[in-house]
């Protein structure tokens, strides 16, 4: 298992933009599926998105398509998450995770590895 360390959270008004980062330990990041998933409060975590082991392959949430991008850059084991044109709705604390058996992981069963979160707060 890889340990994950999250970093980028904030408060940012409406229409604005963050970056997240979650950074790996470890020399096998390279052969982890990422993806990024989020829990507000009272509701049950969801898939933002995911990437494959080299960035070949990207799936989005519905609710986060043509905002949000994912990408990796494996020889810093970290991938990121551009967060573009934030609604209140993205508020939520999101979960760096990485999965070494599921290709294309979405639901959070399928993630092995888990980071802290990071809290991002998008006020209106």
């Known amino acids: 298992q890889v340990q994950l360390v999250e970093s980028g959270g904030g408060v940012v008004q409406a229409g604005g933009s963050l970056r997240l980062s979650c950074t790996a330990s470890?020399?096998?990041?390279?052969?982890?599926?990422m993806g990024w998933l989020r829990q507000a409060p009272g509701k049950e975590r969801e898939f933002v998105a995911t990437?494959?082991?080299?960035?070949?392959?990207?799936y989005y949430a519905e609710s986060v398509k043509g905002r949000f991008a994912i990408f990796r850059d494996n020889a810093k084991n970290t991938v990121y998450l551009q967060m573009n044109s934030l609604k209140p709705e993205d508020t939520a604390v999101y979960y760096c995770?990485?999965?070494?058996?599921?290709?294309?992981?979405?639901?959070?069963?399928?993630?092995?590895?888990w980071g802290q979160g990071t809290q991002v707060t998008v006020s209106s």
């Open positions: 995770a990485g999965a070494q058996v599921v290709v294309t992981p979405s639901r959070p069963t399928d993630f092995g590895s």
């Open positions: 470890g020399r096998t990041f390279s052969s982890y599926a």
């Open positions: 990437i494959n082991w080299n960035g070949g392959n990207r």
